[in-house]
T-cell receptor, first 113, second 113 residues
């Protein structure tokens, strides 16, 4: 099982739609969680951190379910500019207790006019 | 504010030639620094990370090396490039082990011909 798994998509949605991505992680000791956005041929950029209580930033809502070991990202009122790949990222401790980020392969979103 | 600079943006090099990619960070001290590679259509692969001057950890055996001659400078090198070294190379920095995530440079797209 991969340490961080995402549905690669692509998700094709019309403008204004609501879309949700899920991501599962395998290490129950993981402590920090993030969603990154990567545009084609660009660097990944932090979209939002994911907190235990869930958090919202405008049209974006992130949720964490520790018991089931998954995180989610909800995008409301999709815009054309939301088209990108969304990367799920988990920070975990390795055997030497050094923390590192584990990256999912990403979910591709295309918002259509 | 902190900024990260990475250059060049694109590079085409013949097989067997040397490589040197440079990354510098401004506005912070003692950052953790990272080199990632993203092959076409694939996920982010951590190549090296550094927690301080002269301290380099290699994640995977390969044809590349890294050095950190100054606190905010991170260099990726190769003595002889292989075709398989082609990819999108990204430098990143974090506060500590990345509890707040990583910030990436704009990347170098390397094509080995």
């Amino acid at each position: 099982r991969k340490e961080v798994e995402q549905d690669p998509g692509p998700f094709n949605v019309p403008e204004g739609a609501t879309v949700a991505f899920n991501c599962t992680y395998s290490n129950s000791a993981s402590q920090s969680f993030f969603w990154y956005r990567q545009d084609c041929r660009k660097e990944p950029k932090l979209l939002m951190s994911v907190y235990s209580s869930g958090n919202e930033d405008g049209r974006f809502t992130a949720q964490l379910n520790r018991a089931s070991q998954y995180i989610s990202l909800l995008i409301r009122d999709s815009k054309l500019s939301d088209s990108a790949t969304y990367l799920c990222v988990v920070n975990k401790a390795n055997a030497g207790n050094n923390r590192k980020l584990i990256w999912g392969l990403g979910t591709s979103l295309a918002v259509n006019p | 504010s902190q900024t990260i600079h990475q250059w060049p943006a694109t590079l085409v090099q013949p097989v067997g030639s040397p490589l040197s990619l440079e990354c510098t960070v401004e506005g912070t001290s003692n950052p953790n620094l990272y080199w990632y590679r993203q092959a076409a259509g694939r996920g982010l692969q951590l190549l090296f990370y550094s927690v301080g001057i002269g301290q380099i950890s290699s994640e995977v055996p390969q044809n590349l090396s890294a050095s950190r001659p100054q606190d905010r400078q991170f260099i990726l090198s190769s003595k002889k490039l292989l075709l398989s070294d082609s990819g999108f190379y990204l430098c990143a920095w974090s506060i500590g082990a990345g509890v707040y995530g990583y910030t990436f440079g704009s990347g170098t797209r390397l094509t080995v011909v």
